[in-house]
């Protein structure tokens, strides 16, 4: 009896070592998978993070050009046509020198201001560009 029972106890421990190194074998063959899968699965991620900023990009470069092409319009249409009257004062004394809006050229108008100190001809002269009769 003791021989069977020590068979028995052999035996059983024979197929324990079996069953362990299977699950030995198993648990690699889980851990390699799982590399596998987290490598593929980090790809994955990789490539559908990429997509979504690269449409991202192009969402944002196109919403970019739309916003330049609109600055452009807007600076455009808010350009100043310019000022064309003069201040009333300005005007008559041109005008005592001969000189009147559409004659203006700058031989005529220094002409006119020569009588006039070196700081009055540039306050003149500036009036008349902000005005836009002087280019």
């Given amino acids: ?5 020590m ?5 059983t421990a024979q197929r324990l070592e079996a069953v362990a190194a299977a699950l030995e074998q198993t648990a690699a063959r889980i851990a390699e998978q799982h590399t596998a899968l ?5 790809e994955s991620v990789g490539r559908i993070v990429a997509t979504v900023e690269s449409a991202r990009e192009a969402e944002l470069e ?10 452009a319009e807007l600076t455009a249409a808010a350009a100043p046509a310019g000022r064309k009257t003069l201040p009333s004062g300005m005007a008559s004394m041109l005008a005592k020198q001969g000189v009147t809006e559409e004659s203006m050229e700058a031989g005529a108008i220094d002409a006119a201001l020569s009588s006039l100190s070196i700081e009055q001809r540039i306050a003149v002269k500036a009036e008349l ?5 002087l280019g």
């Fill in 7 to 11: 068979m028995d106890w052999t035996e």
């Fill in 1 to 5: 009896m003791k021989q069977s029972n």
């Fill in 62 to 71: 196109r919403r970019l050009e739309e916003a330049e092409a609109r600055i």
């Fill in 38 to 42: 987290a490598a593929e699965a980090q």
């Fill in 129 to 133: 560009l902000r005005a836009g009769l």
